[in-house]
């Protein structure tokens, strides 16, 4: 008997101490948007992502770039790259890091009123992590939000 507890204690030991599988390369998965739909009446809307680092050496930022499908142009599109702040994530110090961030976006991020003459169908976005070592997450393209009259 005792030897059956031996060996469930070390088994558990081994089992705590296992790597949950996040590496040292930062990964951003999408979880929704705020709103279904952009309107006229849409001024502003918000992206969830889950954000995770093994490492813990992310930064408080990320890189967001605006797609519109109307905008491609022989396969290729000019993606405006912006900065964006993950207030919830901070410098995690060495620590694994899992969170939910909260991307606010602005009017003129979702609606583009100098780009009248261009006809809007929809719209989604790339985005991109790097760390302070360097490593860069894979890019995440979120789903197609639609524009509705």
Request: no cysteine; aromatic share 6%; glycine share 8%.
């Given at each position: 008997m005792k030897k059956i507890l031996f060996l469930f204690l070390v088994a558990g030991f081994f089992y705590a101490c296992k790597k949950?599988?996040?590496?040292?390369?930062?990964?951003?998965?999408?979880?929704?948007?705020s709103?279904?739909?952009?309107?006229?009446?849409?001024?502003d809307m918000t992206i969830f992502l889950n954000v995770e680092d093994g490492d813990g050496d992310i930064e408080d930022t990320l890189t967001l770039g605006t797609i519109i499908l109307s905008h491609f142009?022989?396969?290729?599109?000019?993606?405006?790259?912006?900065?964006?702040?993950?207030?919830?994530?901070?410098?995690?110090?060495?620590?694994?890091?899992?969170a939910e961030v909260r991307i606010p976006?602005?009017?003129i991020e979702i609606k583009f009123s100098d780009y009248v003459t261009i006809p809007k169908d929809?719209?989604?976005?790339?985005?991109?992590?790097?760390?302070?070592a360097g490593n860069?997450?894979?890019t995440l393209i979120t789903p197609k939000i639609s524009y509705r009259a």
């Open positions: 949950d599988g996040v590496g040292p390369k930062p990964i951003v998965t999408f979880k929704s948007y709103v279904d739909s952009i309107t006229p009446a849409t001024n142009k022989d396969g290729k599109i000019d993606t405006a790259w912006t900065p964006k702040s993950m207030p919830e994530i901070g410098r995690s110090k060495g620590l694994n890091v899992k976006l602005q009017t929809s719209i989604n976005f790339s985005i991109i992590i790097k760390d302070r860069i997450s894979d």
